[in-house]
């Protein structure tokens, strides 16, 4: 009997939606991250290569903190009804990105561009998942009528 579709709650569907979907997304910014490094690599100079590498990584790194902290965020305490201390972690990630790119760059390792540019590994991620997306409604017609 739990195995009939009515007995599954909405919640639980869309909290598994959430996990594929992030997954997704990750599994995206790891190989566009990894597929610019590896073009990089061939065609430019070690600090433009370098600046999209540590670009990509702290993109990730951003996108897995900014989950947990918006998480913690809406998380909130039955007693006070105010967020979770951990949504301190919404600010300091920016100051993490930042004191690493701002080093990074002094001691001249990474080129900027290359380092913002790899930061934006999560827009094409997105435009992947929207393409996916957007193919499945044509094939399965959903949102037709």
Not at 28 to 37: H, L, P, Q, S, Y
Not at 63 to 90: E, G, M
Not at 104 to 124: D, E
Request: glycine share 6%; hydrophobic share 50%.
């Amino acid at each position: 009997m739990n195995q009939i579709a009515d007995s599954v709650k909405p919640e639980e569907l869309v909290r598994e939606a959430d996990a594929a979907l992030d997954s997704r997304i990750v599994r995206a910014m790891i190989v566009v991250t990894v597929g610019a490094v590896i073009v990089s690599s061939a065609f430019s100079s070690w600090r433009f290569t370098a600046g999209l590498a540590l670009g990509g990584a702290l993109s990730l790194l951003n996108y897995r903190w900014l989950h947990s902290s918006v998480a913690a965020i809406f998380a909130l305490n039955d007693r006070t009804q105010r967020p979770a201390a951990r949504s301190s972690r919404y600010l300091l990630r920016y100051f993490v990105v930042g004191v690493v790119v701002f080093t990074s760059y002094q001691l001249q390792l990474i080129s900027l561009p290359a380092t913002l540019a790899g930061l934006c590994a999560f827009v094409p991620a997105l435009m992947f998942e929207a393409g996916r997306e957007f193919y499945f409604v044509i094939i399965h017609r959903e949102g037709s009528y």
